[in-house]
């Protein structure tokens, strides 16, 4: 089994997450370790991340951009849907007045932000097998600044789902989340020393059958935060509610119930050192490219 290391977020978004997992990445593949990075669960915005919505629609893939980042300082040979399992694209409404709003579940943040498309996907015998839920009504309709060229360009060679409202998206999440993202693991964790996990948001844990972990990060900005890995996955446990899933637990909801361990301030610009790794309680070995 690979080494574990957890990165979870202080704040709701902008924590530092995935500058953190750069870091690491580098200091750990410097070090002799093969890495690979997992990001369960993440989002964009077609309008508010365009380049990176370019970048989706001319690899024809819809992915996390933080996957994307990371992955470019490793030498990973594992399709990128693989470490990156659920996505979602949120696009703007066509607006036909001022302040009009969607009436629709999927506008989750307003005009702005409605839920148009979501990948599942899981490795199988050919390789990747994914499924996208798609606010076809909306699409066709053409409800959103997304065209249908486009939502063709980011289904391709997929299985196609259509959602009319949260709930379904909601209900396929509750039935299916799990087993993408624990087959998606499973097999990245075969093929690397250390993964890499980065939560999504604040949320303290990832998925439900993520058992445990070999280090607990918690970082924002210039600063990083150890835990005692049992205790966290211990308090995470103790704050989760019946018949939701772990993931909607956040951190500020177990600060209390725990003290870090370390604590390391960190620049823009400069590199986490090997010294640093095992301030933070990292159980690597020191000298391994020796």
Request: net charge negative.
């Amino acid at each position: 089994m690979a080494l574990r290391v957890l990165l979870v977020g202080m704040n709701s978004f902008d924590s530092g997450k995935t500058h953190l997992a750069i870091q690491l990445s580098k200091t750990l593949r410097e070090s002799g370790y093969s890495v690979e990075y997992f990001k369960p669960m993440s989002g964009h915005n077609y309008w508010y991340n365009h380049e990176h919505t370019k970048y989706c629609l001319e690899n024809g893939v819809l992915v996390s951009l933080d996957a994307v980042e990371v992955r470019r300082f490793l030498d990973s040979k594992n399709p990128i849907e693989l470490a990156n399992p659920v996505h979602r694209l949120y696009v703007p409404m066509k607006l036909e007045k001022p302040m009009q709003n969607m009436t629709n579940t999927l506008g989750l943040a307003g005009a702005s932000a409605i839920l148009t498309l979501e990948r599942f996907s899981r490795p199988d015998k050919s390789g990747i097998d994914s499924t996208m839920l798609v606010a076809q009504s909306l699409v066709e309709e053409e409800r959103l600044i997304i065209t249908q060229e486009e939502v063709g360009m980011l289904t391709r060679g997929t299985g196609i789902i259509d959602v009319n409202n949260l709930e379904a998206v909601q209900e396929f999440e509750r039935v299916h989340y799990e087993e993408h993202v624990s087959e998606c693991f499973n097999h990245l964790e075969k093929t690397a020393e250390v993964v890499i996990i980065e939560a999504f948001n604040d949320a303290a844990w990832p998925w439900n059958d993520l058992e445990d972990v070999d280090a607990v990060l918690l970082t924002s900005p210039a600063h990083v935060f150890s835990y005692d890995p049992e205790r966290f996955g211990k308090a995470v446990s103790l704050m989760s509610r019946p018949n939701l899933p772990i993931r909607e637990v956040t951190f500020r909801r177990i600060s209390d119930l725990l003290k870090p361990l370390s604590r390391l301030e960190i620049r823009p610009d400069r590199d986490i050192s090997t010294e640093d790794l095992v301030d933070l309680a990292i159980p690597f070995r020191t000298g391994k490219k020796d």
